[in-house]
């Protein structure tokens, strides 16, 4: 299979110019690959390269949603009701509610349920360019769930229009039945439930909830140094609702992100940019808690920290379903801007996974595409409840064809 995209504004998410932006661009896709990008003027086509007009319209990467919870059953919008009556997040988690609440409803959701739900949502974000999303298990607390919650995810990756990255999140809140056993509940995971993910090969990394309402630093450096033991990369919910240094802990591991960090300090910032250790923002999850403390983005700017953009979807603070939404309140709430947002649902959400083969458009990465109807990358992020998405390539393969 080989063509090139022809007619077209690219943005490369390089350096030198914003965006990495080429005018009047061509793409060549050699199989799954970019085999060649740069001006139209500068390509010679091949006698077997077939020629994709795009009618000026614009090239981006293929968009990563880098966060999600998206296994799940039920909802909690009853909760966002009483947050808007000025309950908080923490008052509901220690009544039962959060995310233990939606653990009993995951408890008794079938395979083929949670595949479905799941896969409804999934194709919600994958109408808006979406061509990798990572998905965390952390609803189901004891071993039968969270290994079917991964199995969902599993099953997801196998269609050919989308890469599923699974992360096991065992540590994401104490179950009812742990309520007053910290320390029994993070030996399950350890001897237990960590072996027997790792063992059927169910998880491309490790997650915890460092918080006050969840697990410390030092319960979740005990977990992550086993996950270490099995060569499994690890990312961190951190600073959330609080500083309890879980990104300083994290980083020190080589953890490959950090998640949240309303709270982050100075300490936290130091240690994520002498790692590598990637900022995920999710604005989301900010603006449906009505939180008022924001990251520190001046701060992760100064130090060099990569910051990627997720929509952070799970059903009790972030039940968003668009990318293109969460890059627009990464701007206006968290005063990123334009550029950055895009980078940050692209390039640097790749590096947050860990994957290298993708985020950019530039030779020898996946030809991991999206056309966009507009003519700047900036109105990516610009406006709400307009999808401008008009074609997806997959691996090289437009995305209607592998639906088909």
Known sequence: MRYYLTNCRVATMGTG???????????AVRDEHI???GPAADRNPQPDERPVDLHTRLVTPGLIDCHTHLVYAGNRADEWALRLKGASYEEIARRGGGIVSTVGATRQADHEQLLATTRARLELLLAEGVTTVEVKSGYGLDLETELRMLRVARELGEAPDVDVVATFLGAHALPPEYKDRREAYVRLLIDTVLPAVAAEGLADAVDAYCEGVAFTADEVRTLFESAQTRQLPLRLH????????????????????????????DAGVSAMSAAGTVAVLVPGAWYYLRETRKPPVDALRAGDVPMAVSTDHNPGTSPVLSILAAMNMACVLFELNPEEALRGATLHAARALGLDDRGAVEPGKLADLAVWDVQSPAELSYSLGHNPCRQV????????????
């Open 393 to 404: 390539f997959k691996r090289g393969i437009p995305r209607s064809a592998l639906t088909a």
């Open 17 to 27: 110019t914003p965006y990495g932006l080429i005018d009047d661009a061509a793409v």
């Open 35 to 37: 085999a060649w990008v």
């Open 238 to 265: 951190a600073e959330q609702l609080s500083n309890c240094g879980g990104a300083a802990m994290a980083a020190s591991m080589g953890a490959l992100s950090c998640d949240h960090l309303e709270y982050l300090d």
